[in-house]
């Protein structure tokens, strides 16, 4: 409600400006103290199970907005059934030349370049050290090199629940992504797995459909090296001279549909062995809802929060709950995959 007076004003700002601002008022704790009551949506028909975790509902927070874990206490308070902070680096980042973001108002979109900057390892650590939650923590995790990655995970698996691996990131000095080359990525993933302590995930890039047969190769690699999860998806790579770089990954609305194929095409390769985080343009309880019903088990968002402010996972939640009420599932645990199970 208050979000949507603020909004107009804030969007006037350039995006970069807008988020920084968002990112300050995000570090009130106070403020954020009072309003957590207002957040809550507690229903048994939300829970699910993701690795040892029970979760109190399947929406959480994407990697990308508290990327140095800065923002954990407010973020815990909006309803969010877990949180993904990173991408963290082994080493501080400062990440790409600004301006870092452009919006796309119309597809309620976005166009970010960050670059993974990152206060690095040693500085999250000892965030972590000082925030005790109710809410499950996951790390995302970057690097230019094998020996990179392990160095993070090593710093960092204990202080949280999982380590989400993001080989996708599109933003990075190198041209393309880790997954260009498979046996590179092989190496790399059965190094973090040889190491781990902690479920892994792996997130990937958001594949064409003429890229289905590496996809799955991709997956089929994460499978056999002992990854937890998949997280789909990262970024889509596009041209945008507005940005200081020139290019970056679009987020949001206009990646909605693509993200969902590619979920419910790893469901039906995994068929339920492991689970599936769906992101990508997830807005409402329907998105969720259409997410998870495609195989996901559990969603997670950044632009709209960008887009709808704080109150975001509540509402999504109160959607979900009426959309499992009027098709008659009695929990998202029951729904997961239900579409791609079912011959339409
Ligand atoms: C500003 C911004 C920063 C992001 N930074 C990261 C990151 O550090 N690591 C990562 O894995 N994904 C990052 N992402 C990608 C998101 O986690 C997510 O995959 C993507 O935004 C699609 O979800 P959405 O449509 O809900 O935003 C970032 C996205 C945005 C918009």
């Not at 508290?66 to 902070?85: P, Q, R």
């Not at 979920?263 to 990508?280: A, D, L, N, T």
């Not at 195989?295 to 929060?305: D, E, H, M, R, S």
Request: hydrophobic share 40%; net charge neutral; aromatic share 6%.
């Amino acid at each position: 409600m208050l979000y949507s007076l603020l909004r107009p004003i804030l969007f006037l700002a350039p995006a970069d400006v807008a988020h920084s601002f968002g990112l300050w008022a995000f570090r009130r704790k106070t403020i954020w103290s009072i309003l957590r009551r207002f957040y809550g949506v507690r229903d048994e028909r939300l829970e699910i199970d993701i690795f040892d975790n029970r979760l109190m509902n399947p929406i959480g927070l994407a990697a990308g907005f508290d990327k140095d874990a800065e923002l954990l206490h407010s973020m815990s308070t909006l309803g969010f059934g877990f949180l993904t902070i990173g991408s963290v680096r082994s080493l501080p980042h400062p990440g790409n030349p600004r301006p870092w973001l452009v919006r796309y108002p119309e597809q309620n979109a976005l166009v970010n370049s960050l670059g993974l900057p990152s206060k690095g390892a040693a500085h999250v650590v000892s965030n972590l050290a000082q925030t005790h939650l109710d809410v499950p923590v996951f790390c995302s995790i970057a690097g230019e090199s094998v020996d990179d990655f392990t160095a993070v995970l090593e710093k960092l698996q204990e202080h949280v629940e999982g380590i989400e691996v993001n080989v996708s990131c599109p933003n990075v000095e190198r041209d393309g992504t880790f997954e260009d080359d498979l046996v590179m990525l092989d190496i790399l993933v059965s190094a973090i797995t040889e190491k781990k302590k902690r479920p892994i995930l792996l997130k990937i890039s958001p594949f064409l459909s003429r890229e289905r047969d590496k996809m799955l190769q991709i997956v089929d690699i994460a499978k056999r090296r002992g990854v937890d999860g998949i997280t789909a998806v990262n970024a889509t790579p596009i041209p945008e001279a507005r940005l200081g770089v020139g290019r970056g990954g679009l987020t949001g609305s206009s990646v909605r549909v693509e993200a969902r194929r590619i979920v419910s095409e790893i469901y039906e390769e995994v068929q339920g062995k492991i689970p599936i985080i769906g992101i990508g343009g997830v807005s409402s309880g329907k998105d969720a809802y259409d997410m998870i019903s495609h195989g996901a088990t559990a969603v997670a968002f950044l632009t709209a929060l960008i887009y709808s402010g704080p109150g975001t996972a509540q509402i999504m939640n109160k959607e979900l709950l009426e959309m499992l009420t009027k098709n008659h599932f009695s929990s998202v645990k029951e729904l997961i995959g239900y579409h791609s199970r079912t011959p339409s």
